[in-house]
């Protein structure tokens, strides 16, 4: 999907969880994205969060139309930090937007929730495990509800093949650090990427999160696979 470069769109779902918002339409259209046809809207500013990351988009409405999907699209995927939102709406629905509208964003926030409590939870299992076992770093996460996991590199041989044990030793490391509380820290650096930390490590990340960890409740780790032919374990979870 081809657009004519229009103006950096202010993220605010990466800066507070405010679920209302009102702001002004800057430009609109109707074409395929993800193989699906749309009307959508580009805004000045958006509190809804995109799809990616592992991240489902977020839900709610438009001038009280129903959203039916987020879609972020870099100017250049060696720029994360350069990105426009499509605001899109089904292709059927009665579109009355124009340019220049002021509308209200108004994000579903029991679905916010749910999904920023397991996007921390995946941030909170891939620095758990590698706590306990530095070979095993976290490349890829999937946060959606039914279907979380974090999928980690071998990057050297295991210590540990045992899944049982690799199960207790994280969860153990996990639950303390839920009793702790620790807090959620974000940081925005001048290139324009936030950065997030659990407990030591800051990982670049653009998605949703809660503030701090007993918020994401009882997380459990619900099976592990270990494929030694690409040097890869998946640890599936549940919060």
Sequence with gaps: MNHPISKQVRALYMEDSQDKHS???????FSEINKINYNWIELSETIF??????????????AELKVAYVHKEFFDKNHL????IFHCFEADQPFPFKIGDEVE???ETCTRLLHSR????????????NQCFPELEGYQGNHYPNNSYVKFK???????ESKDEI??????????????DLKITELMEPSGVRMV??????????GTHIRSLKEIGEMQITDISINKKEGTITIKYVA
């Design 81 to 84: 930090d350069q990105f426009k």
């Design 49 to 62: 969060h995109p799809k990616g990351g592992g991240q489902p988009s977020d839900e709610g409405l438009i």
């Design 167 to 180: 199960k207790e030793r994280t969860e153990r490391e996990i639950n303390f650090w839920i009793d702790q």
């Design 23 to 29: 702001t002004r339409i800057t430009n609109l259209g």
């Design 197 to 206: 930390k659990i407990y030591k490590n800051w990982t670049p990340c653009g």
């Design 154 to 160: 071998i990057s050297s041989p295991m210590s540990v």
């Design 105 to 107: 964003l108004v994000v």
């Design 118 to 129: 397991l996007h921390s939870a995946g941030h909170l299992l891939a620095e758990a495990v």
